[in-house]
């Protein structure tokens, strides 16, 4: 039987959250809660609430939000890991043999790392896993065969994931996921063609471009008077891919 959208429950998984520069997670999750899904956020790390869009605090998002970051220090960490290792015992006690096996996972379990990932997952049910950028996808896939997590997961794919990913890290470094998840969304067709020439099975890559509700930016005519200057304002990270260089070059001319 197909579930009803309001029995739908969704699991986000990102780097870093909340984010002021990633307001389309924000808005995602906003959106699919007015449509009666339920969300919960993981994230690996716990981002800035400072300048953050409203709609975090309208959603109380904060609530939702779980954090898989194990402490810094080794004290806090060990402390911290008895009453996870004892939550895990209790509703699932193979998932903690795997969780600590060192000859499988090597430094991330004897670091306690995976015990601390994995432990806010526990007891939980969901329907799909929506991993946002692929870094965050391939750290979730420890978290997915110590669970046995089998339900769909589906990936996107946004920018540096597919370009300084590519470049920096080994050529196999997506080569678990592009079995494991079931659908990769990207940016654009230029995107799909570049991931699908790393290897990304063609028939699992969607270009759904990330929108922005049009309605929140009503339409102001704006005209400007001979002898006026042109004053342009561009937002945007101050690297290389942005393209401020080009746009110095073009306002020059």
Same mark, same amino acid.
């Not at 309208?58 to 080794?74: G, K």
């Given at each position: 039987m197909a579930l009803d959208k309001h029995d739908l429950r969704v699991a986000f998984v990102t780097d870093v959250f909340p984010v002021i520069s990633q307001t389309f997670i924000i808005n995602q999750v906003a959106d699919l809660l007015d449509r009666g899904v339920q969300v919960e956020i993981?994230?690996?790390?716990?981002? +800035?609430?400072?300048?953050?869009?409203?709609?975090?605090?309208?959603?109380?998002?904060?609530?939702?939000?779980?954090? @898989? $970051?194990? &402490?810094?220090?080794?004290?806090?960490?060990?402390?911290?890991?008895? &009453?996870?290792?004892?939550r895990i015992l209790r509703t699932n006690p193979l998932a903690l043999v795997r969780a600590i096996n060192c000859f499988k996972y090597g430094r991330k379990a004897f670091s306690?790392?995976?015990?601390?990932?994995?432990?806010?997952?526990?007891?939980?049910?969901?329907?799909?896993?929506?991993?946002?950028?692929?870094? +965050?996808?391939?750290?979730?896939?420890?978290?997915k065969d110590i669970l046995k997590i089998d339900i769909p997961l589906v990936t996107t794919l946004y920018g540096f994931d597919v370009s300084s990913v590519f $470049?920096?890290?080994?050529? $196999?470094?997506?080569?678990?996921?592009?079995?494991?998840?079931s659908l990769f969304l990207v940016m654009s067709d230029n995107m799909k063609q570049r991931?699908?020439?790393?290897?990304? &099975?063609?028939?699992?890559?969607?270009?759904?471009?990330a929108s922005i509700d049009v +309605?929140?930016? &009503?339409?102001?005519?704006?005209?400007?008077?001979?002898?006026?200057?042109?004053?342009?304002? +561009?937002?945007?990270? @101050?690297?290389e891919k942005k393209g401020f260089d080009d746009l110095l070059r073009a306002l020059a001319i």
């Open positions: 993981f994230t690996y790390n716990r981002g +800035s609430r400072e300048n953050i869009s409203s709609r975090y605090e309208t959603y109380r998002m904060e609530e939702r939000t779980h954090y @898989l $970051q194990r &402490p810094p220090s080794t004290l806090r960490r060990l402390t911290g890991a008895l &009453p996870r290792a004892f306690l790392r995976l015990l601390f990932e994995v432990a806010p997952f526990v007891g939980k049910r969901f329907d799909i896993v929506h991993c946002h950028f692929g870094t +965050s996808a391939v750290s979730f896939l420890d978290i $470049q920096k890290s080994p050529a $196999q470094f997506y080569d678990k996921l592009k079995c494991e998840s991931v699908v020439a790393h290897g990304f &099975p063609e028939h699992k890559v969607k270009v759904h471009p +309605s929140s930016y &009503p339409f102001c005519e704006r005209k400007q008077r001979v002898g006026e200057p042109i004053e342009i304002v +561009s937002v945007g990270r @101050l690297v």
